[in-house]
């Protein structure tokens, strides 16, 4: 059973920064592609970021390129999302999420775990 454990969520002033953190357990971590999603209340799951197996290629949402940056350390089984320049737009619960047996995926129904949600709130 693979688990995925979130952390480090919270709230900061627009323009801030913050670092997700998501934790795996249960089947080979460098195996599987990660992603980043969020849902904001009333809206539907959208695609944040995600990053291939091996960790060297990723991919971003138009919303958050340039300010949001995934990384993955096959070594702790852990992958991050480093936020910086916030905005209260970008308040939402965000969720990790993998996949296995794909190179990369950033479609909802393409992952097959998901973490359990970390609330992140932007003030203005």
């Known amino acids: 059973q693979v688990q995925l454990v979130e952390s480090g969520g919270g709230l900061v002033q627009a323009g801030g920064s913050l670092r997700l953190s998501c934790a795996t357990s249960g089947r080979t971590f460098s195996d599987a592609a990660m992603g980043w999603f969020r849902q904001a209340p009333g809206k539907e799951r959208e695609f944040v970021a995600a990053?291939?197996?091996?960790?060297?290629?990723?991919y971003y949402a138009n919303s958050v390129k340039d300010r949001f940056s995934i990384s993955k350390s096959n070594g702790k089984n852990t992958v991050y999302l480093q936020m910086n320049s916030l905005k209260p737009e970008d308040t939402a619960v965000y969720y990790c999420?993998?996949?296995?047996?794909?190179?990369?995926?950033?479609?909802?129904?393409?992952?097959?775990?998901w973490g359990q949600g970390n609330q992140v709130t932007v003030s203005s």
């Open positions: 990053i291939t197996r091996s960790g060297s290629s990723t």
């Open positions: 999420a993998a996949v296995f047996g794909v190179q990369i995926a950033t479609r909802t129904h393409e992952y097959q775990y």
